[in-house]
Each structure stands twice: as structure tokens, then as C-alpha cells.
DNA sequence: AGCGTAGGTGTACGTTGTACACCTCGTCAA
DNA sequence: TTGACGAGGTGTACAACGTACACCTACGCT
């Protein structure tokens, strides 16, 4: 006689979105189908909506939990951009561990608890720095996506591999592109061996100069213009 | 006896785009699939694989589709920033005529002709306004998205209502969100009446609030740091 | 003791992308 | 004139997907 049913924990929506966010760290977004998953919790596909309300709301639900790791500390020392930088920057943290979740957040619209609670966080510390309502409405716009710790991979070296395909249209012709060439040259100059952009770079240059803009327009107290 | 066949004009990958970008501009991205655009064009599906690859294949070829619309004047009278701004903002007009580009052009990773060919022409000014490749460079990476004129929907309005359907988790409480409302109160009342952010404001102020910094940059001369 | 309900099961349907074999022409060489 | 060839459209088929719906089962309550 078999072992007794072990009587399994039993489901809830907290461990959906774990096993969710485990198997899509592992086996890639393209895996989490409600059937791989169900397999993955040994249970079968139908169960899971009992616990999410759709594959939609699943996706939701793994976005809240990646955000929820994120940490932000209060206004220190009254240095709103140390603070920012900090917050922004654990967003970053959290967003990296899970390579699936920077295009999950993309294309969610959906305002979940811990994604508004990292907004909240960021706006405050803008306020307590000194920013009006205004200038900071402002300022989560300019900082864009950038708030969750990732800006757009402009120029994705391993795409071009895995288009080879399907692609129908030729490839394109170097020479059609010599100031891209030009920058690509002199970014491989300066640092030779390395393998596509420096991404970490990237960011936090992009990141300081919004910071730094945006410290000019608080300093000088900017407001929007009347009638926009 | 019905008219003869009509000898229908030949499918052909520019037709094949044209009916599918058509297709998204009016019935919306998810009515994109081989079955309907095939329905569209008054055959089976299978006969659309004879002129593009793939699915993807074909999102590939919609966005190139829109953004060979783009028109890029050369640099004019030495205004870099006068002409990027050009660049971007009829790169904006292009993604703003199909409501699902933007979503589009996220999701891909390849870059079509039309696509280099956006990034050359913005490089190119870049560099013809005195910019070294260097900081042309991490110019685009700063520019990110909005290089295609678009910035994402940090507050999403109508996102709200689309999952109230399926949704588990319960609706947040805007006593946890201070920050947020006190901002978008004061939002409100700048622009008593509008529904939503002012998304062209806020992608001009953004766009400006980059490219004045960048100009700074070149001014003095700015160079990445040694070793990274 | 019995009943309601939360939670897991089983089956079924419609839709998707696309592989594969087929057919039907127009073009061109012999 | 013929006959082969290849480009391009057809038909069938399959596996995978999300999820609606009816069902069962077992626990907590009165």
C-alpha cells in the first residue's frame, strides 16, 4: 500500500505566485503556462483559479511579489537624492534577480499593492526633499520605468542570433549604419572584451543626470506652466 | 454564373504588413492572429507563411511598417538639439497614429532596417552636433524609448477598470497612498476636467529636461570615466 | 446529525501557431 | 509544342493554450 495521501499543504495564493516566480526564474516566462504550473504544484490546472482569478491576474500577482522585495528606506539626512537613488536602485536589485520580470512589469498596467507602494515610497521622499506635488508628478514621469529599476535595452546583441529563424527580410547592411558603427567602435575601444553594453552603466548615467536635472528645476522652483 | 475569379492581385510581404497594421489599427493588436489577417485578405492561412516566417516575423515587419513612416530631416543650421527633437517628435507622431506600436515596438527585440535606420539617423545628428561617440552613446541609451516617442504610462487610468474582472487580490486603499494623491490632486488641479495625465507634456518635458542635460554634458566636454 | 462551503478534479471547447503534403498555375528551355 | 520547374495558394492535422462548467470530497459549523 502506497503512502497515505501525505495530506499536501494545501494550495493558496501565495504559494501559487512563488512557484510561479521559481519556475519562471528557472525555465524562462515562456514556461508559465497554468498547466506547467499546475504539473510543477502537482495538482491539476484548474485548481490554480481557485487561488487567481486568470492568467492575467496570475502575472499581476508575480509582479507584486518581485516589487514586494524591494526595500526602501525613509528620507535620511534630508538628501532626497541619496534616498532616491537608494530606493530606485533596490528596485534594480530585485528587478535583476528575476530576469523575466522587467518585461512582466512592462506590460502589466495594473496598479498591485506593492507596485504602488513603491511609487508611494518614491514620491514621498520627493516631497519630503523639497519637491512641490507638481514638480514631483513630473519628475515619476521623467524617471519613467526607470522607477523599477530597468531602462530599454537599446541595443540587444543576442537578439539578432535568435531571429535568424524565421526572419524573412535580409540582414541588414553594416554600411547603411556608420554612425552606429562609429559609437560601436568606440564603446568596444573602451573596453575591449567585453561582450554588448554595460547596462549598470548605463542606468545610473542615465539615472544621475535625470536626478541632478530634476535637483536644478526643485532648486529654482520650477512650477508647470499655466494651462498645461 | 459569378464574376471570374478576379484573378486577386498576388499577396506579397508588403501586402501581407499593410493588412495586418491595418488590422491592429482598427480591431487592436489582439485581433492580430494568421487566422483573422489571412480571413482579411481572403486566404488561408498557411498561404501568409509563403511571405513572412513567422508570427514574430510579422510583429518584426509591423513595426518596421510604422516606422518607416518616420521622416528624420538632416541636421539644419547646426542645432543638433533643434533637430533630434524634430527626429523624435515625428518619430512620436508615427507611433501615435497606431495605438499599439508602443506596445509593439517593447516587445521586440530585432532591428529591421526601419528600426536601425531611426537610431542611425538620431545618432547622426548626435555626432554632427559636436557629440563625441562616446557620449553619443550613452545619450541613446538615456534616451531609451523615447527614442521612439513614446514613455511609459506610469499611471494608467483606464487600466483600473480592465481588471476589475478577474481580479483576486483586493482593491488598494487610498489612505496608504498619500503621496500619490496628494500629487495627483494637485494634478487635477492644474488641469480641472482632464481625465489622465498630460501625456504630451509630460513627454516634451522629459525629452527637454534629457536633452539639456546632454548638451551640458558636451559642452564641457564630458567623458566616460576610465575603466568603464 | 446534517449542511454549507472551500478547494481539488475531470472533461470539454474554442483558439492559437505552424508542420507537411498537396495542387495549380505561369514561365521558359528544348 | 511540350514538359519540367518553382512560386504561391490550399487542406488537413496536431499540440498547446486559457478557461467554462459540473462534479466530488472533506472539514467546520450549528
Known amino acids: 500500500?502506497?503512502?497515505?495521501?501525505?495530506?499536501?499543504?494545501?494550495?493558496?495564493?501565495?504559494?501559487?505566485?512563488?512557484?510561479?516566480?521559481?519556475?519562471?526564474?528557472v525555465d524562462g516566462m515562456a514556461a508559465v503556462s497554468m498547466r506547467h504550473l499546475a504539473d510543477r504544484l502537482g495538482v491539476v490546472p484548474m485548481a490554480l483559479y481557485k487561488h487567481v482569478g486568470s492568467k492575467e491576474d496570475l502575472l499581476d500577482g508575480m509582479v507584486d511579489t518581485v516589487l514586494g522585495e524591494v526595500v526602501t528606506a525613509g528620507p535620511r539626512g534630508g538628501d532626497?537624492?541619496?534616498?532616491?537613488?537608494?530606493?530606485?536602485?533596490?528596485?534594480?536589485?530585485?528587478?535583476?534577480?528575476?530576469?523575466?520580470?522587467?518585461?512582466?512589469?512592462?506590460?502589466?498596467?495594473?496598479?498591485?499593492?506593492?507596485?504602488?507602494?513603491?511609487?508611494?515610497?518614491?514620491?514621498?521622499?520627493?516631497?519630503?526633499?523639497?519637491?512641490?506635488?507638481?514638480?514631483?508628478?513630473?519628475?515619476?514621469?521623467?524617471?519613467?520605468?526607470?522607477?523599477?529599476?530597468?531602462?530599454p535595452e537599446l541595443f540587444d546583441e543576442t537578439a539578432e542570433d535568435r531571429a535568424a529563424g524565421t526572419r524573412t527580410s535580409p540582414a541588414p547592411d553594416p554600411a547603411d549604419y556608420p554612425s552606429i558603427i562609429a559609437v560601436s567602435l568606440e564603446a568596444r575601444r573602451r573596453r575591449p572584451g567585453a561582450?554588448?553594453?554595460?547596462?549598470?552603466?548605463?542606468?545610473?548615467?542615465?539615472?544621475?543626470?535625470?536626478?541632478?536635472?530634476?535637483?536644478?528645476?526643485?532648486?529654482?522652483?520650477?512650477?508647470?506652466p499655466t494651462g498645461a
Open 1 to 25: 500500500m502506497p503512502a497515505p495521501p501525505a495530506s499536501r499543504t494545501p494550495l493558496s495564493r501565495p504559494r501559487v505566485l512563488a512557484a510561479a516566480v521559481a519556475l519562471a526564474d
Open 195 to 224: 561582450a554588448g553594453c554595460d547596462e549598470d552603466f548605463e542606468f545610473t548615467f542615465a539615472l544621475d543626470l535625470l536626478l541632478d536635472a530634476l535637483d536644478r528645476l526643485r532648486r529654482d522652483g520650477w512650477e508647470s
Open 80 to 151: 532626497w537624492r541619496a534616498a532616491v537613488r537608494g530606493a530606485v536602485l533596490s528596485a534594480r536589485a530585485a528587478v535583476q534577480r528575476h530576469p523575466w520580470a522587467r518585461r512582466a512589469i512592462e506590460t502589466r498596467t495594473v496598479r498591485t499593492p506593492a507596485v504602488l507602494g513603491h511609487m508611494e515610497a518614491v514620491t514621498a521622499l520627493l516631497l519630503a526633499g523639497g519637491f512641490s506635488p507638481d514638480l514631483a508628478h513630473h519628475a515619476m514621469h521623467a524617471l519613467g520605468n526607470r522607477i523599477w529599476g530597468f531602462s
